[in-house]
């Protein structure tokens, strides 16, 4: 009986890991539709981190929080578009300074709201809600609807951003501008207005996921934090073939790989050996490269994508 709570536990904490993951995956799934290549997603998602700690730090409201983070996020994803869309600069350096300023900037005013060696903390969590009834229904309730309300809202936006994508309008425009934004553009399409639009939707998305790392996951915000996630985000995009559902199964699988990794470390390894639980911690990583050498190969993307578009 002990087993299989760990068992159901285990899941849990797989699904719950892959929260952010999937919520920035499907954020740039949507742009790079549209032939956006945004490296700047780790940058956005530090934004949404920091803001959102200091939205909930500062009102000591966890939904302020939430909301200040995906403002963040917005605000951050922008400024990439400016700077891509009407500025017409590469997107992949574009993508690599808004991340060097994210960093900049979220340590500057880190360092101007709190003292010098300060280690500020939130005194609580967004954590599980229980949907009722559905709680209840042995295994999958415990596992599926016993979770974060990032988890919903992830598990939600997969369909809603499907559907967005392959079943509207808006879907087909942005498809088309993925694949020859000049064509679109003499077939009457408004690409910087399609570009836009995507890109306010991944900077809500993005700044979700950021910011559940400190109002959810953590309570403390390091510059660290984000750890990556963005550009195993932009993996994982690749390796669901820029389709919602893929990258459900590409979050799912870092997910529970980096649940492993903890549950190996805590349970099997132990705190006496440390070097080895480091180790454990890159496995993830390491995980998802394989996939993408498996999965990844001789896939095709968006024919623009990365691609400068000038109507002149």
Known sequence: MMEWALI???IAAGIRTASPLLLASLGETVVQRGGILNLGIEGAMLMGAFSGFMGAYLTGNLWVGLLTSIIAGVLTVLIFGFLVIRINLDQVVSGLAINLLAMGLCLYFFRIAFSQGAFPYLGDLIGPYAIPGLSQIPVLGEVLFNQTVF??????AVPLIYFLIFKTS???????????PVVASYLGINV?????????????????AGGLLTISMFNVFDSRIVAARGFVAVSIVILGRWNPWGALGGSLLFGFTEALSLWIGTFLVGPAAPSVSLLLRMLPYVVTILALLVGGRKVRGPAALGSPFSKE
């Open 8 to 10: 159901l536990g285990f």
């Open 151 to 156: 988890v919903y809202i992830g598990l939600i």
């Open 170 to 180: 808006f879907g087909l425009r942005l498809r088309s501008i993925g694949e020859d």
């Open 192 to 208: 910087s207005r399609i570009r836009y639009l995507s890109l306010i939707i991944e900077g809500a998305l993005v700044g979700m």
